[in-house]
C-alpha cells in the first residue's frame, strides 16, 4: 500500500507479506543431531580461507533457497570484511567472473556441481579444475565444506527456519 499525502511530501506506507513461522525447532528437538553439525561445521572449515568459506556457504544457499542461511552467511561475511559487490554478484558467478580470483571460481563451480548433482556426479572437468587450485587436504575441505552447508541448508528448508533476525556471530 503506499499513500501520497500531497506533491511535495511523500509518506509511503509499506505492508510487506506476514513472517512465515518456523516449522520446526529441529536443534531443540535432535540437540545431538544439532551439536554433531556444528563439530562437522568446524572441523569441515579448517584449513579454508575465511572468505572463500564463507563465499562457499553463500552460493550453495542460494542454489538451495535457504533464506535462513542466506540472511546468515551474508551477515557473517559483510562482518568479516566481505565487499558487498562480491556478495551480490555470486548469483551470477559465472557472468561477473572478474570479481573473484581463480581459486575461488574452481570452489564456485565446484560447489554448484556438489550442490545440485543434476547428473548423479560431479564432471571430471570441475573437480580437476578445483585440484588444480587447492592441494588435496584443501580440496578435501572444501568438500567437507560444500556437504556441510548442504546439510544445513536441507535442515534450513525443511524446517522453515525464518531469515531476518540473526546478528553476526550469533552462534559462533
Not at 552467511?73 to 558467478?93: C, N, P
Not at 579444475?129 to 587447492?134: D, Q, S
Request: glycine share 4%; proline share 3%; aromatic share 8%.
Amino acid at each position: 500500500m503506499t499513500t501520497h499525502s500531497d506533491d511535495t511530501t511523500d509518506t509511503t506506507t509499506v505492508e510487506y507479506a506476514p513472517e512465515e513461522p518456523a516449522r520446526l525447532d529441529w536443534a531443540k528437538h535432535a540437540p545431538e543431531v544439532y551439536k554433531a553439525m556444528v563439530r562437522l561445521e568446524i572441523a569441515a572449515r579448517q584449513g579454508l580461507d575465511h572468505k572463500l568459506y564463507e563465499l562457499v556457504k553463500i552460493r550453495a544457499s542460494q542454489i538451495n533457497h535457504c533464506a535462513f542461511c542466506i540472511d546468515m552467511h551474508t551477515k557473517d561475511t559483510l562482518a568479516a570484511g566481505e565487499s558487498v559487490e562480491r556478495i551480490l554478484q555470486l548469483s551470477a558467478w559465472d557472468e561477473s567472473r572478474h570479481f573473484y580470483t581463480a581459486k575461488e571460481l574452481a570452489a564456485l563451480e565446484l560447489t554448484e556441481a556438489v550442490t545440485v548433482l543434476t547428473d548423479g556426479f560431479v564432471p571430471d572437468e570441475v573437480y580437476e579444475n578445483a585440484a588444480k587450485h587447492f592441494e588435496e587436504a584443501e580440496l578435501a575441505q572444501l568438500i567437507a565444506a560444500i556437504t556441510t552447508i548442504n546439510a544445513w541448508n536441507r535442515f534450513g528448508v525443511t524446517c522453515r527456519m525464518t531469515p531476518g533476525h540473526y546478528q553476526p556471530g550469533q552462534y559462533k
